[in-house]
């Protein structure tokens, strides 16, 4: 197939993706305000654990033997999962969706700069100045010590650390262990974690709109998980990864129509300087990239 359509079908699926991620992000936030943050989680949790259970059921990725090594790095990466989830619900619930995807995508910064320290990997001078402005720009956002400051910001700093750390553990596991057997380990220990949080706190009883809500939002995440993978697998990734930025649109987009938000200039900077810093690393990836393959 030719590499052009490849990587068109590739874009269009990353593209999808974000906007599924989004739309699940946007349906949990509607009912922040009614339901306790377990209870939300443990019933979307319930859905795509589900889904994913009948996927390997189908397909028998839980047939082949995982190394020893592969399985701590499986529950470690499910740790990191579970306390992200968490964190990034908690901020979704109490802060305008996009101020929090905003923040969320100084994560490419995050993992490159994770990789220096865990993984012995070297970047160059122009890498290290692109982070340092992505992390300027989540300071525009978050403006700690200033009158407006939300204190759930802290919470959306935390998912990004964690979920670095859930990147930096994939980056770890061998290649004999499917995608999809690792989505489905984590899915399900997002399901037993959130079941016992559950256990804590005082259900609310759920009307039908608000189930509603959280079926579609399983849904949404389920697609744009296998969107994600299909992007990656369908096209270049050099070409391919830019468009994860699409999501910080479909934020705005989703913020306005649904919730009446809209991100004063500050912030519509900070994300401006993140996506700057972010595209100007991935292109800098891809052209050291080409430059290997040549030579």
Request: hydrophobic share 55%.
């Amino acid at each position: 197939m030719n590499v052009d359509s490849e990587n068109f079908r590739g874009a269009w699926l990353m593209v999808c993706s974000m906007v599924l991620y989004t739309l699940n992000d946007a349906c949990l936030k509607s009912v922040g305000s009614e339901l306790p943050v377990f209870q939300s989680i443990f019933i979307r949790s319930i859905l795509v654990a589900i889904f994913f259970a009948l996927v390997v059921w189908f397909t028998g990725a839980f047939k082949s033997s995982i190394p020893s090594k592969d399985i701590k790095l499986l529950i470690l990466r499910a740790i990191a999962e579970i306390v992200s989830t968490f964190f990034f619900i908690s901020a979704l619930f109490k802060m305008p969706i996009a101020n929090v995807v905003s923040i969320v995508q100084i994560l490419p910064l995050t993992v490159s700069l994770g990789a220096v320290f865990f993984l012995g990997e070297r970047i160059g001078w122009r890498r290290v100045m692109a982070i340092i402005v992505g992390f300027i720009g989540v300071l525009l956002i978050v403006r700690p010590g200033a009158g407006d400051f939300n204190f759930y910001s802290i919470y959306a700093l935390l998912a990004v650390l964690f979920v670095t750390l859930r990147e930096l553990v994939t980056r770890r596991l061998s290649k004999e262990v499917s995608s999809i057997y690792v989505a489905t380990t984590t899915a399900v220990s997002v399901f037993i974690f959130s079941a016992m949080g559950s256990l804590t706190i005082t259900w609310v009883v759920i009307d039908p709109t608000q189930f509603l809500k959280l079926i579609t939002a399983s849904i949404f995440l389920t697609g744009g998980y296998l969107c994600a993978v299909l992007a990656i697998r369908n096209g270049d990734i050099g070409f391919v990864a830019p468009f994860r930025y699409t999501s910080l649109i479909a934020a705005l987009i989703l913020g306005l129509v649904f919730f009446g938000e809209w991100p004063d200039n500050l912030t519509i900077f900070g994300a401006l300087t993140i996506f700057g810093a972010g595209m100007f690393s991935l292109l800098r990836e891809k052209k050291l990239g080409l430059q290997k393959s040549n030579n």
